[in-house]
T-cell receptor, first 113, second 116 residues
Framework: DQQVKQNSPSLSVQEGRISILNCDYTNSMFDYFLWYKKYPAEGPTFLISISSIKDKNEDGRFTVFLNKSAKHLSLHIVPSQPGDSAVYFCAASPTEYGNKLVFGAGTILRVKS | GAGVSQSPRYKVAKRGQDVALRCDPISGHVSLFWYQQALGQGPEFLTYFQNEAQLDKSGLPSDRFFAERPEGSVSTLKIQRTQQEDSAVYLC??????????????FGSGTQLSVL
């Protein structure tokens, strides 16, 4: 039973264009959402987060949008750069359990120069 | 070091062998987590420590898995009588505060375990 789903295993984008990575969740108790980025042979690193009281959070080139009614969130990267090529994991947790996170399977992003 | 350190980086074990995986969290971090990441999947929660107390071990797949953090810093994940299905990357993560604070996790590079 996958509570966090990333339905696109991979995405390829041209440098300078927008990358949009999507994530769906099923557990209505989830209250806090994060995106982690992972390079090969490294552990995941925190990218950006959003609480359910917001519908948007922005940090530089990265913006996360949350649609609670649809149980959907997305990560926008504008403009995309070759160094953004990595695996992106969506993660969620109920606030009560803070960082006991449930992860999606990840989306491989390739940014072509 | 400044980050979470895990050793060994790679471990090959014969089926039935016991293994021990080590995690050095960031100094002063209260919370420590172990996650298991199978090939092509996201990390899955195994267990959580707040200081030396193991507060949640609901994700451990069987009683062959055991974790400890006796002095509230370094942690060891032990797997007894390894099976092929134990092959995965084992990730350790730490955070400054306890669960419930939404503190971001800092992950180590993981130990890749291959059971033959």
């Amino acid at each position: 039973d996958q509570q966090v789903k990333q339905n696109s295993p991979s995405l390829s984008v041209q440098e300078g264009r927008i990358s949009i990575l999507n994530c769906d969740y099923t557990n209505s108790m989830f209250d806090y959402f994060l995106w982690y980025k992972k390079y090969p042979a490294e552990g995941p690193t925190f990218l950006i987060s959003i609480s359910s009281i917001k519908d948007k959070n922005e940090d530089g080139r990265f913006t996360v949008f949350l649609n609670k009614s649809a149980k959907h969130l997305s990560l926008h990267i504008v403009p995309s750069q070759p160094g953004d090529s990595a695996v992106y994991f969506c993660a969620a947790s109920p606030t009560e359990y803070g960082n006991k996170l449930v992860f999606g399977a990840g989306t491989i992003l390739r940014v072509k120069s | 070091g400044a980050g979470v350190s895990q050793s060994p980086r790679y471990k090959v074990a014969k089926r039935g062998q016991d293994v021990a995986l080590r995690c050095d969290p960031i100094s002063g971090h209260v919370s420590l987590f172990w996650y298991q990441q199978a090939l092509g999947q996201g990390p899955e929660f195994l267990t959580y420590f707040q200081n030396e107390a193991q507060l949640d071990k609901s994700g451990l797949p069987s009683d062959r898995f055991f974790a400890e953090r006796p002095e509230g810093s370094v942690s060891t994940l032990k797997i007894q009588r390894t099976q092929q299905e134990d092959s995965a990357v084992y990730l350790c993560a730490s955070s400054l505060e306890g669960v419930g604070t939404n503190e971001k996790l800092f992950f180590g590079s993981g130990t890749q375990l291959s059971v033959l």
